[in-house]
């Protein structure tokens, strides 16, 4: 199907807690420029495993290569400098400061690694910047509120924004409409896809909502207890009787009948 | 590189040379707490970087201490009396064990932070308490230094010595604390998670900020210890002196550089005209003057100065 080289090989991917396997000999292969949709009961191992890609938890075994280079074992500061970034499901922010100076940080810390953070912070092109950002995301009217006071939908955005500052090739994002009412979820995500799309990002998220799924993935990878039981096309993924029953949770017809 | 000065290092100038030239006209007893203020508002700038990051140091008397037995020990030994010698010598030796700790300190937050911090302080005190080498609890006297081969009759260098090195420290800081560098301090307070996915090493970022504190405190040290004119473990390495510190930097306030000057400023005439209201009490009064400040202005005693001038630096 596709000829490219994967952008990230993940191989014999294992996580064990103890007796709870979180992550049961993962193995995928994603290519630049697809949007997946990774779906899964609670405790199925998802965020473990978005954890494992950005270096925030060390598999107990298995390989991630992003480009060709092995991420195990690399911290997270260096998987976001390698190209990796994700957002939160409770959204990471500085909650004492304003949103403009939360985008200035994030750009700051991307444009000016090594001895270049020992430059002055502030300058015009810094806030030209911050201002050009802010306007994709559609926050440019709460640029100079404090984020304590904002709600979780802007913060939300923010998060994301802030992952995507350091140009990375792939982002990650952990449960994005979680916290956001069934009215704005679709506004909230053309957002976010639309400023995606500008910078070229392939992208993998955590999504409970079928609809959001079924409307902006082109692949779906369903995880249950630490596994993959399904890599498919949304339309097939969601059809799979497994993942109707362990994802959805409509039980499929042969337990029906067999009960 | 560009450096461009802003408001707060003009302000920093200004007042460096009212003090110098004021220095000519008041008495002598007011140089003298103009020298220990100025001294002991260094190691606060050093803490106020911490506290900015959402760290408390009590115990950065190790560091005072350090710089100040530093200048001690080699004058007595070795018969060094130039400023600037013992000056760099404290910042030095303070500053390789700020580097030293500071990796087994950048991974401890709050409270384990701040006691480990008296803890190793205390251990230093033990040792010289009990050491005849080190002057045990007498300490030592220092001779009064030179500068450049001359040795000046009254304190007056020292003093224009200790405005010079304040000022160039507090505009230092202050375009550290401009840099990325130095606003990820707020940034760490709240979030490290983030930092980090942004991809900077948390860890690195409080190391460096911890050695610049004990470079700070060690030259608050020395100079302090040149002031002085002596050391004892008392007034330089006890647990009481890091307290000092941090109380400083509480009726202070983190707003700007300048702060640390102003509130050590007024903790020494503070604490001399409460010594002298009050021989057995002035404790109280130094303490109620805190818990004032801590109930009506948080911020300390600059947010004060930013109320009355209606300016943010």
Same mark, same amino acid.
């Given at each position: 199907?596709?000829?490219?080289?994967?952008?990230?090989?993940?191989?014999?991917?294992?996580?064990?807690?103890?007796?709870?396997?979180?992550?049961?000999?993962?193995?995928?292969? !994603?290519?630049?420029?697809?949007?997946?949709?990774?779906?899964?009961?609670?405790?199925?191992?998802?965020?473990?495993?978005?954890?494992?890609?950005?270096?925030?938890? $060390?598999?107990?075994?298995?390989?991630?290569?992003?480009?060709?280079?092995?991420? !195990?074992?690399?911290?997270?500061?260096?998987?976001?400098?390698?190209?990796?970034?994700?957002?939160?499901?409770?959204?990471?922010?500085?909650?004492?400061?304003?949103?403009?100076?939360?985008?200035?940080?994030?750009?700051?810390? @991307?444009?000016?690694?090594? /001895?270049?953070?020992?430059?002055?912070?502030?300058?015009?092109?810094?806030?030209? $910047?911050?201002?050009?950002?802010?306007? +994709?995301?559609?926050?440019?009217?709460?640029?100079?509120?404090?984020?304590?006071?904002?709600?979780?939908?802007?913060?939300?955005?923010?998060?994301?924004?802030?992952?995507?500052?350091?140009?990375?090739?792939?982002?990650?994002?952990?449960?994005?409409?979680?916290?956001?009412?069934?009215?704005?979820?679709?506004?909230?995500?053309?957002?976010?896809?639309?400023?995606?799309?500008?910078?070229?990002?392939?992208?993998?998220?955590?999504?409970?909502?079928?609809?959001?799924?079924?409307?902006?993935?082109?692949?779906?990878?369903? &995880?249950?207890?630490?596994?993959?039981?399904?890599?498919?096309?949304?339309?097939?993924?969601?059809?799979?009787?497994?993942?109707?029953?362990?994802?959805?949770? $409509?039980?499929?017809?042969?337990?029906?009948?067999?009960? | 590189?560009?450096?461009?000065?802003?408001?707060?290092?003009?302000?920093?100038?200004?007042?460096?040379?009212?003090?110098?030239?004021?220095?000519?006209?008041?008495?002598?007893? /007011?140089?003298?707490?103009?020298?220990? @203020?100025?001294?002991?508002?260094?190691?606060?700038?050093?803490?106020?970087?911490?506290?900015?990051?959402?760290?408390?140091? &009590?115990?950065?008397?190790?560091?005072?201490?350090?710089?100040?037995?530093?200048?001690?020990?080699?004058?007595?030994?070795?018969?060094?009396?130039?400023?600037?010698?013992?000056?760099?010598?404290?910042?030095?030796?303070?500053?390789?064990?700020?580097?030293?700790?500071?990796? !087994?300190?950048?991974?401890?937050?709050?409270?384990?932070?701040?006691?480990?911090?008296?803890?190793?302080?205390?251990?230093?005190?033990?040792?010289?308490?009990?050491?005849?080498?080190?002057?045990?609890?007498?300490?030592?006297?220092?001779?009064?230094?030179?500068?450049?081969?001359?040795? *000046?009759?009254?304190?007056?260098?020292?003093?224009?010595?200790?405005?010079?090195?304040?000022?160039?420290?507090?505009?230092?800081?202050?375009?550290?604390? $401009?840099?990325?560098?130095?606003?990820?301090?707020?940034?760490?307070?709240?979030?490290?998670?983030?930092?980090?996915?942004?991809?900077?090493?948390?860890?690195?970022?409080?190391?460096?900020?911890?050695?610049?504190?004990?470079?700070?405190?060690?030259?608050?040290?020395?100079?302090?210890?040149?002031?002085?004119?002596?050391?004892? *473990?008392?007034?330089?390495?006890?647990?009481?002196?890091?307290?000092?510190?941090?109380?400083?930097?509480?009726?202070?306030?983190?707003?700007?550089?300048?702060?640390?000057?102003?509130?050590?400023?007024? &903790?020494?005439?503070?604490?001399?005209?409460?010594?002298?209201?009050?021989?057995?009490?002035?404790?109280?009064?130094?303490?109620?003057?805190?818990?004032?400040?801590?109930? &009506?202005?948080?911020?300390?005693?600059?947010?004060?100065?930013?109320?009355?001038?209606? +300016?943010?630096?």
């Amino acid at each position: 199907m596709n000829t490219q080289n994967p952008i990230l090989e993940v191989s014999n991917l294992w996580k064990t807690f103890g007796a709870v396997v979180a992550a049961n000999d993962i193995n995928i292969d !994603v290519h630049a420029g697809e949007v997946i949709g990774i779906i899964g009961a609670n405790g199925a191992g998802k965020t473990c495993f978005v954890n494992m890609v950005t270096g925030y938890l $060390k598999p107990t075994s298995g390989s991630i290569k992003f480009e060709g280079q092995e991420l !195990v074992g690399k911290a997270t500061r260096d998987v976001t400098i390698s190209g990796i970034s994700r957002s939160f499901q409770v959204s990471q922010v500085f909650t004492t400061m304003t949103v403009v100076e939360n985008i200035s940080i994030a750009l700051a810390i @991307a444009e000016n690694r090594g /001895m270049a953070a020992l430059r002055p912070m502030a300058s015009v092109a810094l806030s030209e $910047k911050c201002d050009e950002v802010l306007e +994709r995301y559609n926050m440019a009217s709460y640029r100079d509120q404090s984020v304590s006071v904002l709600s979780q939908g802007v913060r939300k955005l923010l998060d994301i924004a802030m992952a995507v500052i350091s140009k990375p090739r792939i982002l990650l994002l952990d449960e994005p409409t979680s916290g956001i009412s069934v009215e704005e979820k679709f506004e909230f995500m053309d957002v976010v896809m639309g400023a995606l799309r500008k910078d070229d990002v392939t992208v993998l998220f955590i999504e409970h909502d079928m609809e959001i799924i079924g409307r902006y993935v082109s692949r779906v990878l369903a &995880f249950y207890q630490g596994e993959i039981i399904a890599d498919k096309p949304p339309i097939e993924a969601l059809q799979d009787p497994k993942v109707q029953e362990f994802v959805i949770g $409509k039980p499929h017809k042969k337990s029906k009948t067999g009960a | 590189m560009i450096m461009a000065f802003d408001r707060t290092d003009i302000a920093v100038l200004l007042s460096c040379i009212a003090v110098i030239v004021s220095g000519l006209f008041i008495p002598d007893w /007011m140089i003298n707490q103009f020298m220990f @203020a100025f001294a002991r508002a260094l190691a606060v700038l050093g803490l106020m970087v911490l506290w900015r990051t959402g760290l408390v140091s &009590f115990g950065h008397a190790f560091y005072f201490g350090l710089g100040a037995y530093a200048v001690a020990i080699i004058d007595n030994q070795l018969g060094v009396t130039d400023i600037f010698l013992r000056l760099i010598v404290s910042i030095v030796i303070a500053g390789i064990a700020g580097f030293l700790l500071g990796y !087994v300190l950048r991974n401890y937050r709050d409270i384990f932070f701040a006691m480990l911090n008296t803890a190793i302080s205390m251990v230093l005190y033990g040792i010289i308490v009990k050491t005849e080498a080190l002057g045990s609890t007498d300490g030592f006297a220092i001779s009064l230094p030179t500068l450049f081969g001359h040795s *000046p009759e009254d304190k007056y260098p020292l003093f224009v010595v200790i405005c010079i090195i304040a000022a160039a420290c507090a505009i230092g800081v202050n375009f550290y604390l $401009k840099s990325t560098y130095g606003k990820l301090t707020t940034a760490i307070r709240d979030n490290e998670v983030r930092v980090e996915y942004l991809g900077f090493s948390v860890a690195h970022a409080i190391h460096v900020k911890y050695t610049i504190s004990a470079c700070l405190a060690g030259a608050a040290g020395s100079l302090m210890a040149m002031s002085l004119g002596q050391v004892d *473990p008392d007034s330089m390495i006890n647990w009481t002196v890091s307290g000092e510190l941090v109380f400083i930097t509480i009726l202070s306030g983190p707003g700007s550089v300048l702060a640390p000057f102003i509130g050590s400023f007024v &903790f020494e005439i503070l604490r001399t005209y409460a010594f002298e209201w009050a021989p057995q009490a002035w404790q109280a009064i130094v303490g109620g003057t805190l818990l004032t400040i801590i109930f &009506f202005l948080p911020g300390g005693i600059w947010s004060l100065i930013e109320k009355i001038f209606g +300016r943010k630096s």
